[in-house]
Every structure is written in structure tokens, then in C-alpha cells.
């Protein structure tokens, strides 16, 4: 069972829909990233967590220590935020990154 | 805005050749990291450098890959030879600073995608 795991692991919205994509991580964090990763390729990190809700724009990450679960949401959903999301958990023990599969959304207008 | 650069973007290359990838950080950034990527899966980490010293290199198979930041600033990834199973996304990433206890954002540059054949 890998330490992170996403869901879903594939995504497809029409424009306009309020979207979550969840996280669960089964180690101790210091801290938990939610990054985007557009189809070229490169990683734009959009939110580091230790606790609470977090919003920027149309996005928003919320996490639950006890619970060990994330989820980041996305309102009135656009076709430019079409890729992959990746969640990541800095680990408290080895302060390593532990990056989840992703999840793959495509937005249709 | 400040980015991480790496070269090439894309390379071809046929099994038992070198490649190497370079990657320029942030001006400032003191923790520079390699990961690889295959495809549908999430980054793993191979190496991670604190200025010129290498802090992690578990993952790294040192059989065939290296990869060294000589004056603390870019630095290069080689694998050789490649095989096969190399082909995937190779990102770099940097961050400012982190000190015990804290994290920080690392900044990914946009990857150097390897196909071997």
C-alpha cells in the first residue's frame, strides 16, 4: 500500500463544476503539498499545509491531522486547470517528500 | 520571476550511450533536487544536494548514474549506460533554505524527458 494515495486517479468536469480531489497519507508529516503538473511537464507547487484551510483564488486545500486527509478543492472549474494534481507529504521521521500518483482532471468547456 | 532552469528539454537517446542533464537553480537556493518521473506515477527523489554536499542518495542507482553540483550552484545528473527502464521525466527542483523543523516550497524546473530505445 504506497504512503499516499490520491483520489480519484482520473478526473473529467464540465467548465463551471466545483471539484475535490482527495489525499490520504498513512506516516507522521511535518507538512503536505498539493502541486500541479501541466502536460509540458513542469511542477508548480499551489499549497503547503501543516493544519487548517488554506485559499488562493478558485482553489482551496483543507487538511485534517487527525484523520490524516487532505482534499483540494476547485471552484467554477475551467478548462486552464486541466492536469495532473499531485499531493505530497514531507514525512516527520525521514523529512523526505512522499509524492502520490496524482490525479489527472481534464475541464471541458 | 526567478525559475529553475534545465537542458535539455527532450532527449533521444539508444541503450549503453551517456546522457546528462544540467539544471540551474534558483540564484540563492541552497537545496537542490533530482527526481525522476514515470510515467503516471509521482516523483521520486534521487539525490538531494545542501550547497556542493550530497545530503541523500539512497534511491540513486549509483551503478550507472551520478550526479554532482561542483561549486554548490547548477548541477548535472549523467546516467551511463542508459538502459531501457531510464525513460521517464527528470525534474530538478530547488529551495531556499531549510532549517530543522521548517520546510519550505521547492521550485521545480520544467523537466528533461528521456526516452531510451
Known amino acids: 500500500k504506497n504512503e499516499v494515495e490520491q483520489s480519484p486517479q482520473n478526473l473529467t468536469a464540465q467548465e463551471g463544476e466545483f471539484i475535490t480531489i482527495n489525499c490520504s497519507y498513512s506516516?507522521?508529516?511535518?507538512?503536505l503539498h498539493w502541486l500541479q503538473q501541466h502536460p509540458g511537464g513542469g511542477i508548480v507547487s499551489l499549497f503547503m499545509l501543516s493544519s487548517g484551510k488554506k485559499k488562493h483564488g478558485r482553489l482551496i486545500a483543507t487538511i485534517n491531522i487527525q484523520e490524516k486527509h487532505s482534499s483540494l478543492h476547485i471552484t467554477a472549474s475551467h478548462p486552464r486547470d486541466s492536469a495532473v494534481y499531485i499531493c505530497?507529504?514531507?514525512?516527520?521521521?525521514?523529512?523526505?517528500?512522499?509524492f502520490g500518483t496524482g490525479t489527472r482532471l481534464q475541464v471541458f468547456p | 520571476e526567478a525559475e529553475v532552469a534545465q537542458s535539455p528539454r527532450y532527449k533521444i537517446t539508444e541503450k549503453s550511450q551517456a546522457v546528462a542533464f544540467w539544471c540551474d537553480p534558483i540564484?540563492?537556493?541552497?537545496?537542490l533536487y533530482w527526481y525522476r518521473q514515470i510515467l503516471g506515477q509521482g516523483p521520486e527523489l534521487l539525490v538531494q544536494f545542501q550547497d556542493e554536499s550530497v545530503v541523500d542518495d539512497s534511491q540513486l542507482p549509483k551503478d550507472r548514474f551520478s550526479a554532482e553540483r561542483l561549486k554548490g550552484v547548477d548541477s548535472t545528473l549523467k546516467i551511463q549506460p542508459a538502459e531501457l527502464g531510464d525513460s521517464a521525466m527528470y525534474l530538478c527542483?530547488?529551495?531556499?533554505?531549510?532549517?530543522?523543523?521548517?520546510?519550505?516550497?521547492?521550485?521545480f524546473g520544467p523537466g528533461t524527458r528521456l526516452t531510451v530505445l
Open positions: 540564484s540563492g537556493h541552497a537545496t
Open positions: 506516516v507522521g508529516i511535518s507538512a
Open positions: 505530497a507529504v514531507r514525512s516527520y521521521n525521514t523529512d523526505k517528500l512522499i
Open positions: 527542483a530547488s529551495s531556499l533554505v531549510r532549517t530543522s523543523g521548517a520546510t519550505d516550497t521547492q521550485y
